[in-house]
């Protein structure tokens, strides 16, 4: 039995990864009484780091760099630093190698940034600047807008005369470019346009779609403003700040509590089963839940409204992922290494090899030549590994499991069973091998984890899964997850909010979901209150 079985709560909050968290925190700001169930033995979603592949070297489970977490409003008004959080940086943000040897860098420093773009081609350097300058003017209001409710009325009318005074409909036509195009108009070298595409290939648009373009410059741009900083010690870090916080408030959190059923009564969530057994009653349901579990799930489709049923028919999954963990001997021997070392390195060739591989991903076809995201994490924490080594990590982007066409190499059935992660992490092995000669020399041990052993490690990574769902334009804004909840917490069932990353704004490690969904049962609550007055 749980310490809280037989307890009535105003809230429970079903999944204790990032969102869930932080929907817990600001309800217990308000006053309520809160109670989190975890389906996992551990907490953090995909906010989790351990010692599995090596007892010396600290790995993050899934996610790793938080530049979200330092832009958003949901995780920065919680003060995270005073429930024991630190961030550290790397020497630099992150590169990209191309050429024979030439790397694109971006550094916190905006004027060293310009000045390795100039230094490549004439004029490039003050074409980043500009884009810094816009930013400038522009940004806050616009992550404000896309991290807030729908519709953001209040950002929005922050956002409309920034958007003027840095350039009006130019500004605007400039956002809605392609990625890769984009860098084409901005850049005459290669390598503004390789730092665009790659922050781009971090979420799953085609990067010859509109919406990449506003992504890549979102990421782009927090990367030059706040870095991607990573938590002391591990991105467990995070989740035990947030954990702490929470309990120092009277909030409850109990592991290896997995929900089967939220409970509606009379049309209305009154609480949640588990499958030991236990129920626990709530005026509010709030579901760090990937909608096609809930929807359907967790919810019975005789218990949702019509047109959230029907628009789950067309929901769609963002791709699949491998990742690798590695513990290495020494420092990656990377063919013409930056002087200041880049924590996040991106590994494509080109950004005409980056939109062609990501366009394969999107068609079911397993990439020849994958685009990697990779960290170099005891560069940028130190705490990572015993000195002298590195604790690294890479993953790419695959079709989801049963969706696969063929594969542009060999020997990938799209299984995604052990043979076939294995082999594709071989191909991943061998792209960062042709950039650093000797990296296999290095391994100390790997771990390999594809789209079935991500969703068995967080229910919410389905088929490897990371963003609760793609992001791309016609499942993003007041589309997500679907146009019935017109880019809202609430469901349609009163007493249950949606606060996963199939919600609006998606993935990311911002909280403003979990956010989102709290104000949403807060409002409800009020509401509520105020009719039984009259």
């Known amino acids: 039995m749980s310490p809280a079985a037989g307890?009535?709560?105003?809230?429970?909050?079903?999944?204790?990864?990032?969102?869930?968290?932080?929907?817990?925190?600001?309800?217990?700001?308000?006053?309520?009484?809160?109670?989190?169930?975890?389906?996992q033995p551990t907490v953090g979603g995909a906010v989790r780091s351990d010692r599995e592949l090596h007892p010396d070297f600290v790995h993050d489970t899934f996610s790793a760099f938080y530049p979200l977490a330092l832009a958003s409003r949901a995780i920065t008004s919680l003060r995270l630093e005073d429930h024991g959080l630190?961030?550290?940086?790397?020497?630099?943000?992150?590169?990209?190698?191309?050429?024979?040897?030439?790397?694109?860098?971006?550094?916190?420093?905006?004027?060293?940034?310009?000045?390795?773009?100039?230094?490549?081609?004439?004029?490039?350097?003050?074409?980043?600047?500009?884009?810094?300058?816009?930013?400038?003017?522009?940004?806050?209001?616009?992550?404000?807008?896309?991290?807030?409710?729908?519709?953001?009325?209040?950002?929005?009318?922050?956002?409309?005369?920034?958007?003027?005074?840095?350039?009006?409909?130019?500004?605007?036509?400039?956002?809605?470019?392609?990625?890769?195009?984009?860098?084409?108009?901005?850049f005459r070298g290669p390598a503004g346009g390789l730092l665009l595409a790659g922050n781009a290939g971090h979420a799953d648009f085609p990067l010859s779609s509109p919406g990449s373009g506003v992504f890549g410059v979102l990421m782009t741009m927090l990367a030059q403003t706040v870095g991607f900083p990573v938590p002391r010690g591990g991105a467990q870090a995070l989740t035990d700040a947030l954990v702490t916080r929470l309990t120092s408030l009277g909030g409850q959190v109990a592991t290896g509590q997995e929900v089967t059923r939220v409970v509606v009564r009379?049309?209305?969530?009154?609480?949640?089963?588990?499958?030991?057994?236990?129920?626990?009653?709530?005026?509010?349901?709030?579901?760090?839940?990937?909608?096609?579990?809930?929807?359907?799930?967790?919810?019975?489709?005789?218990?949702?409204?019509?047109r959230l049923v029907r628009g789950m028919r067309d929901f769609e999954l963002d791709p699949g992922t491998v990742k690798v963990d590695w513990a290495?001997?020494?420092?990656?021997?990377?063919?013409?290494?930056?002087?200041?070392?880049?924590?996040?390195?991106?590994?494509?060739?080109?950004?005409?090899?980056?939109?062609?591989?990501?366009?394969?991903?999107?068609?079911?076809?397993?990439?020849?030549?994958?685009?990697?995201?990779?960290?170099?994490?005891?560069?940028s924490d130190a705490t990572r590994s015993p000195a002298g080594t590195e604790s690294f990590w890479a993953y790419t982007h695959v079709p989801q499991p049963g969706m696969t066409r063929h594969d542009a190499g060999e020997g990938i059935t799209g299984r995604w069973d052990h043979d076939d992660c294995e082999r594709f992490a071989d191909r991943m092995q061998a792209r960062i091998e042709a950039r650093a000669p000797g990296f296999g020399d290095l391994v100390a041990a790997r771990r390999v984890m594809g789209p079935q052993e991500l969703e068995a490690r967080n229910a919410n990574l389905v088929g490897g899964a990371i963003n609760g769902g793609t992001s791309q334009l016609h499942q993003e804004l007041v589309f997500r997850p679907v146009p019935a909840m017109r880019g809202r917490a609430a469901t349609g069932v009163p007493g249950l909010f949606l606060a996963s990353a199939s919600a609006h704004p998606g993935g990311g490690v911002h909280g403003a979901a979990g956010n989102n969904a709290a104000r949403a049962a807060l409002w409800e609550h009020r509401t509520r209150r105020i009719r039984g007055r009259r």
């Open 7 to 39: 307890r009535s709560f105003d809230a429970v909050v079903v999944g204790a990864g990032p969102n869930g968290l932080v929907a817990a925190n600001v309800l217990l700001d308000a006053g309520w009484d809160v109670l989190v169930l975890e389906a």
């Open 86 to 186: 630190a961030w550290e940086h790397a020497p630099a943000v992150l590169g990209n190698p191309f050429g024979d040897g030439q790397w694109a860098v971006l550094h916190r420093d905006r004027e060293d940034t310009a000045a390795g773009l100039e230094a490549q081609h004439a004029g490039d350097g003050e074409a980043w600047l500009d884009l810094c300058r816009t930013w400038d003017r522009i940004g806050d209001a616009l992550v404000d807008g896309l991290t807030s409710p729908f519709p953001p009325v209040r950002a929005g009318a922050r956002l409309l005369p920034a958007l003027a005074r840095s350039g009006g409909l130019d500004t605007v036509r400039r956002l809605a470019t392609p990625v890769a195009s984009l860098g084409r108009e901005l």
């Open 266 to 306: 009379d049309g209305r969530a009154v609480g949640v089963r588990t499958r030991d057994g236990e129920s626990y009653d709530a005026r509010a349901v709030l579901a760090d839940v990937v909608a096609p579990r809930l929807f359907g799930g967790l919810v019975p489709v005789e218990d949702l409204p019509a």
């Open 328 to 379: 290495l001997t020494g420092p990656i021997p990377w063919t013409g290494r930056p002087e200041a070392a880049p924590g996040t390195v991106h590994v494509a060739d080109s950004v005409e090899e980056m939109t062609e591989t990501l366009a394969k991903v999107s068609s079911g076809v397993v990439p020849d030549r994958p685009f990697l995201l990779t960290g170099q994490m005891t560069t």
